[in-house]
T-cell receptor, first 112, second 115 residues
Framework: DSGVTQTPKHLITATGQRVTLRCSPR?????VYWYQQSLDQGLQFLIQ???????AKGNILERFSAQQFPDLHSELNLSSLELGDSALYFC???????????FGQGTRLTVV | AQSVTQLDSQVPVFEEAPVELRCNYS??????LFWYVQYPNQGLQLLLK??????LVESINGFEAEFNKSQTSFHLRKPSVHISDTAEYFC?????????????FGRGTSLIVHP
């Protein structure tokens, strides 16, 4: 158990809908990362938050957004969902900016 | 920009045989290097890491990786694999300090251990 909790584990929704994925980082970790894992794209970095502030953006679509709350949990919002958004979404956390990231179990999103 | 290349998408091997999973990175500065393992339907778990010091790092389950700066490689090896080692293995790099501490991952190598 990495200490990173993601909910829900599975999500099935229709095209055009909006979903929210939730992540609770390890106790004490200030940095949260979101990744998307798909068969054709591999593990793609989406966005990073550090102590409540957005720190870096990767290949995140404009339809996607995220935030980190004062208690350091984070949410990833995916809207106007398309079939191609079906993927595993991972949250990871780390204490300092230059140490390894610990991953949650992921949320498997299926858009039908 | 940092990038990671895992040369093999799939490596089949028989149980108790040795294995090497290859990883090359591109960065002109100092790097931190990691190997993660992902078992089916699970998240990524850190297997081992190189931050500084000895270029040979080991994990608790018999894997080792060697940082080779001149060849910009961080290959993962195990002298004798088990069925339970069947999983997806990801190499990752961080380039500190600077703008980004974001781990960049390779595409992954699927290790398939046959009995």
């Amino acid at each position: 158990d990495s200490g990173v909790t993601q909910t829900p584990k599975h999500l099935i929704t229709a095209t055009g809908q909006r979903v929210t994925l939730r992540c609770s980082p390890r106790s004490g970790d200030l940095s949260v990362y979101w990744y998307q894992q798909s068969l054709d794209q591999g593990l793609q970095f989406l966005i990073q938050y550090y102590n409540g502030e957005e720190r870096a953006k990767g290949n995140i679509l404009e339809r996607f957004s995220a935030q980190q709350f004062p208690d350091l949990h984070s949410e990833l919002n995916l809207s106007s969902l398309e079939l191609g958004d079906s993927a595993l979404y991972f949250c990871a956390s780390s204490f300092q900016k230059d140490t390894e990231a610990f991953f949650g179990q992921g949320t498997r999103l299926t858009v039908v | 920009a940092q990038s990671v290349t895992q040369l093999d998408s799939q490596v089949p091997v028989f149980e108790e045989a040795p294995v090497e999973l290859r990883c090359n990175y591109s960065s002109s500065v100092s790097v931190y290097l990691f190997w993660y393992v992902q078992y089916p339907n699970q998240g990524l778990q850190l297997l081992l890491k190189y931050l500084s010091g000895s270029t040979l790092v080991e994990s608790i389950n018999g894997f080792e990786a060697e940082f080779n700066k001149s060849q910009t490689s961080f290959h993962l090896r195990k002298p004798s694999v088990h069925i339970s080692d069947t999983a997806e293995y990801f190499c990752a790099v961080i380039t500190p300090p600077g703008e980004s501490y974001i781990p960049t991952f390779g595409r992954g190598t699927s290790l398939i251990v046959h009995p």
